[in-house]
């Protein structure tokens, strides 16, 4: 049962805000610190039904400004990958407990730090060739997975299509697209392993005005606020929040 009290919406409330300002205005897949944070406080499965819709109505609010500026083969390939990836994601929650899923979000939460610090100091080079078509299967189906279990698609999806040498803008749109695209999927299988309840739909209306002020104020932050602050809050949060998952998972 998801208690609706007033714990939970203290931390859901910043929480959701905090994913709509990433998706709107930094476009850094970190929006996903917003499942792992209402990790701590209710059963993983749980933060997950609710951050979905949530997910989702902020890949509405977005795509409009990115609409027919994505590399639609490019996102075809990464799709057709992604597919049998959130099918993987779903047979592993069908038969795992709450604990092996803190344990996976805390681990994706410090591996994207991690990912995030090497690419910054240049210790993981850009490719030098466009990776191949069967190489965006496995993007996609790897990001898929991490999609279904923590919310955390971007960092595999980017691997892909940084090697593709896309501007900035079709960059930003393509993911969009993505996983717009992938959330839908989800839905489906989250539906059927129970994740969406009574509770998480009152708790969805209640958090959509935060996700819609969340996606407007990343639009704005984009432009005020300086990248390398925004990304250093977003990995503490992360490493903090990863860290005591993992914590919670193994004790």
């Given amino acids: 049962m ?26 850094s897949g970190a929006a996903f610190a917003a499942a792992a944070i209402l990790a701590l406080v209710v059963d993983p499965g749980l933060a997950l039904g609710v951050m979905l819709p949530l997910l989702m109505l ?39 407990d709450a604990d092996l899923f803190r344990l996976l979000i805390g681990a994706i939460s410090i591996g994207f730090v991690a990912w995030q610090v090497v690419q910054a100091r240049g210790m ?31 960092p595999p999806a980017a691997v892909y299509l940084l090697s593709q040498r896309l501007s900035k803008t079709e960059f930003q749109a393509t993911t969009v697209l993505l996983f717009w695209a992938i959330n839908i999927v989800k839905f489906i299988p989250y539906a059927f392993l129970g994740l969406f309840t009574l509770e998480t739909l ?4 209640v958090l959509a005005p935060f996700a819609l002020l969340g996606a407007w104020l990343g639009v704005k932050a984009h432009h005020l606020v300086p990248e390398w602050l925004f990304f250093r809050i977003t990995y503490f949060l992360l490493v903090v929040t990863g860290s005591k998952l993992i914590w919670d998972a193994l004790t």
């Fill in 2 to 27: 998801l208690e609706l009290n007033l714990e939970f919406f203290a931390i859901a409330g910043p929480a959701v805000l905090f994913a709509g300002v990433s998706k709107g205005g930094f476009g």
């Fill in 58 to 96: 902020i890949d509405v609010a977005t795509l409009r400004p990115y609409w027919r500026k994505w590399s639609f083969p490019d996102v075809r390939v990464l799709i057709m990958g992604g597919v049998p990836g959130v099918a993987l994601g779903a047979a592993l929650y069908s038969v795992a």
């Fill in 124 to 154: 993981i080079r850009p490719f030098q060739q466009r990776l191949p078509v069967w190489a965006g299967w496995i993007a996609g189906c790897v990001a898929g997975f991490t999609s279904f279990v923590s919310h955390a698609g971007g």
């Fill in 202 to 205: 009152i708790a969805n209306i």
